[in-house]
C-alpha cells in the first residue's frame, strides 16, 4: 500500500533508475542494459562498468537498439532501452510497434525528458507527443511516475512482466511524493486527495502541482480530490467514472500535448459516458518546444499551480 510523505525533499530519478537496475543486474543475469550513446546523461555507463556482459552501448542509433533488443528478449532476456524521449518514440516508432509489441517481444524503454524537462536541449529534444504515440500502438503499457520511490517500484515490476513498456520520466530532481516502501498497482490509479467540488488527475511532472493546487482551492473554499493517474495505459476507467461523480468540473494536468495525452483520454471517457462534467486540460497547446530553463517552461506552458488554479476559478 502507498502512502503520501511528510519529508520535503527530492532524488534525482537518473539515479534512482541506475541503482534499481544495478541491484537486478546483480540479481538476474538475464536482465541487460542497452544504451543510445547517452550513458553519461542517463547514468547508464556506470552499468557498463559494474556489468559489462550485461551492458551493450549501441552507439547513436536507437531503432537498432530496439531491434537488438527485441532478438535479446526472443532468447528469453529481459531488456531495458534508455535515450531522449524523443528518439525512443519519434524515431524508433516502427520499430517498437513491429518488432516490440505487434511481435510480441519485451521492451523496458525509459524514455527521458519527457515535455518540458528537454529544456535548456530545446525543441529538437523536446517531445510533447510521446503518449500519443505509443497509446495508439496495441498492448503497449504506458507509465509516468511522480518521484523516485514509485519509479523504483516500478521498474521492479517489469522483471517477469511480457509486452512493450514506456517509462517517461526526466533525469533530474523530482520532488518526493511517497513514502519509502510504497507499494502501487498497474493499471489503478492513486487517489491522493478526496474532494466535493472538483476532480484534478495529473501525472508525472504534473501531480506536484495539481496537489499544491488543492490546497489554495481549500483555502478558497473549493473542495478539489486528487487523483495520481501514473498508469496512463492501460487507464483506470472505474476510478475516473467513481471520482468524477457529483463533481462541478474535471481538470487533467500533464506534462504532454492536451491532444492524445492523459486530457485526450479522459475526455474519451467522459465523451462516451456522456457525463455532462466540464473538462478542462492543462498541459501543452499544441505547440512545439523551446529552448528554456525548466522553470520558466512551465510557467510559460501552464504547467503551474497558479494556472491551474486560475482554470478552475475561471471555470466555475
Known amino acids: 500500500m502507498w502512502k503520501l510523505t511528510e519529508q520535503k525533499g527530492e532524488q534525482e530519478m537518473r539515479k534512482v533508475f541506475v541503482q534499481t537496475l544495478d541491484k537486478l543486474m546483480n540479481e538476474n543475469e538475464k536482465v541487460i542494459a542497452l544504451e543510445a550513446d547517452l550513458g553519461g546523461a542517463s547514468g547508464f555507463s556506470k552499468l557498463g562498468k559494474s556489468h559489462p556482459k550485461q551492458f551493450i552501448n549501441v552507439g547513436i542509433a536507437e531503432a537498432n537498439m530496439i531491434g537488438i533488443a527485441a532478438g535479446l528478449s526472443m532468447r528469453g532476456l529481459t531488456p531495458f532501452l534508455h535515450t531522449f524521449a524523443p528518439f525512443a518514440v519519434r524515431r524508433a516508432c516502427d520499430q517498437i510497434f513491429l518488432e516490440g509489441a505487434y511481435a510480441g517481444n519485451t521492451l523496458n524503454i525509459y524514455g527521458s525528458d519527457p515535455g518540458v524537462c528537454a529544456a ?65 498497482e498497474i493499471g489503478k490509479a492513486n487517489v491522493l486527495r478526496e474532494g466535493a467540488d472538483v476532480l484534478l488527475i495529473a501525472a508525472g511532472l504534473g501531480l506536484k502541482p495539481a496537489l499544491d493546487a488543492a490546497e489554495v482551492l481549500q483555502e ?47 475526455a474519451e471517457i467522459m465523451a462516451e459516458d456522456a457525463s455532462g462534467i466540464p ?3 492543462v498541459g501543452i497547446k499544441h505547440e512545439f518546444g523551446q529552448v528554456g530553463s525548466l522553470d520558466y517552461l512551465k510557467k510559460y506552458y501552464g504547467l503551474t499551480d497558479q494556472n491551474i488554479v486560475d482554470t478552475v476559478i475561471k471555470s466555475l
Open 120 to 184: 535548456t536541449n530545446g525543441g529538437t529534444h523536446t517531445t510533447f507527443e510521446d503518449l500519443a504515440v505509443m497509446r495508439a500502438i496495441p498492448e503497449v503499457e504506458i507509465y509516468d511516475p511522480a518521484d523516485g520511490v514509485q519509479l523504483e517500484w516500478l521498474i521492479g515490476e517489469m522483471i517477469g512482466r511480457k509486452g512493450v513498456h514506456y517509462i517517461r520520466t526526466t533525469r533530474k530532481q523530482m520532488p518526493d511524493i511517497y513514502q519509502e516502501g510504497s507499494v502501487f
Open 220 to 266: 478558497k473554499g473549493i473542495d478539489a480530490a486528487v487523483v495520481d493517474m501514473f498508469t496512463i495505459a492501460p487507464l483506470d476507467a472505474d476510478t475516473i467514472r467513481s471520482q468524477m461523480s457529483g463533481k462541478k468540473l474535471v481538470v487533467t494536468v500533464e506534462n504532454h500535448n492536451i491532444t492524445n495525452g492523459l486530457g485526450g483520454a479522459i
Open 279 to 281: 473538462l478542462r486540460r
